[in-house]
C-alpha cells in the first residue's frame, strides 16, 4: 500500500461519541484524501488537502472534519457519530492534481456505529 | 452533478477469454479517465489512465478505449486469469474547486473461472 497506513484499521462506536481516523504517508505527496466506500455508492470523496492547512470540501462532507498539520498526517473527524456513518474509510495520496492524478490507496478503516 | 455507471455489477468469465468492461458517463466529458482495481479487504490499485484525446490505451494484458462521442470507456482483458478475479472501478477526473477530484463508479465484480 505504497507508503500508507490508516489508523485504526478497525473500529466500534456508539452513536454520538466522537471518532478520529488518521493516516499517515512517507511518500511527501502533497494531495491527501479521505473517501468512504458503502455498497451500491461506491467510493465517495469526503474532504480532500492540497496542502499543509488546505483543504475542501467533497461530496459528502456533512458530519466530518479534516485537519492536516503536517504534509504526512490527515486526519479525519465525525464529531458526532451517527449510524449512517458506518463505513470504510479510504485515505489516498496523490503527487499532483491534474493529468498525473494518481491516487494511491491505504488499507482502509472499517468503522462501526452502533 | 456527473453521473458514471459501469455496465453490470458482476461479469462471469471463462478463463483464457477476453473480459469487457463498460463505463458511461453523464454531462460533460471528462479531461481523464482512468481505471482501479480493487481486491476485497484493500483499497484501489491505479491500473492505467487515458486522456480525452486518446483513442486508446494498453498495458500488458489490458486494453482501454475511450469514446468521448458516446460517452463510454471499454476496458479488456484478454488471456483472462483466475487472478483477474476482482472488482474493477472506473473514474473520471474533472476540475473542481481548483483542483481536480476523481469521482468514482461502484465498480464491476470480475470472477474468472478455471
Known amino acids: 500500500d505504497a507508503g500508507i497506513t490508516q489508523s485504526p484499521r478497525h473500529k466500534v462506536t456508539e452513536t454520538g461519541t466522537p471518532v478520529t481516523l488518521r493516516c499517515h504517508q512517507t511518500?511527501?505527496?502533497?494531495?491527501m484524501y479521505w473517501y468512504r466506500q458503502d455498497p451500491g455508492h461506491g467510493l465517495r470523496l469526503i474532504h480532500y488537502?492540497?496542502?499543509?492547512?488546505?483543504?475542501d470540501k467533497g461530496e459528502v462532507s456533512d458530519g466530518y472534519s479534516v485537519s492536516r498539520s503536517k504534509t504526512e498526517d490527515f486526519l479525519l473527524t465525525l464529531e458526532s457519530a451517527t449510524s449512517s456513518q458506518t463505513s470504510v474509510y479510504f485515505c489516498?495520496?496523490?503527487?499532483?492534481?491534474?493529468?498525473?492524478?494518481?491516487?494511491?490507496f491505504g488499507p482502509g478503516t472499517r468503522l462501526t456505529v452502533l | 452533478s456527473q453521473k458514471i455507471e459501469q455496465n453490470s455489477e458482476a461479469l462471469n468469465i471463462q478463463e483464457g477469454k477476453t473480459a469487457t468492461l463498460t463505463c458511461n458517463y453523464t454531462?460533460?466529458?471528462?479531461?481523464?479517465l482512468q481505471w482501479y482495481r480493487q481486491d476485497p479487504g484493500r483499497g484501489p490499485v491505479f491500473l492505467l489512465l487515458?486522456?480525452?484525446?486518446?483513442k486508446e490505451k494498453r498495458k500488458e494484458r489490458l486494453k482501454v478505449t475511450f469514446d468521448t462521442t458516446l460517452k463510454q470507456s471499454l476496458f479488456h482483458i484478454t488471456a483472462s486469469q483466475p487472478a483477474d478475479s476482482a472488482t474493477y472501478l472506473c473514474?473520471?477526473?474533472?476540475?473542481?474547486?481548483?483542483?481536480?477530484?476523481?469521482?468514482f463508479g461502484k465498480g464491476t465484480k470480475l470472477s474468472v473461472i478455471p
Open positions: 487515458i486522456r480525452e484525446n486518446e
Open positions: 454531462n460533460y466529458s471528462p479531461a481523464y
Open positions: 473514474a473520471l477526473l474533472y476540475s473542481g474547486a481548483g483542483s481536480y477530484q476523481l469521482t
Open positions: 489516498a495520496i496523490s503527487e499532483s492534481s491534474g493529468s498525473h492524478n494518481e491516487q494511491f
Open positions: 488537502s492540497y496542502g499543509v492547512k488546505d483543504t
Open positions: 511518500e511527501n505527496h502533497r494531495y
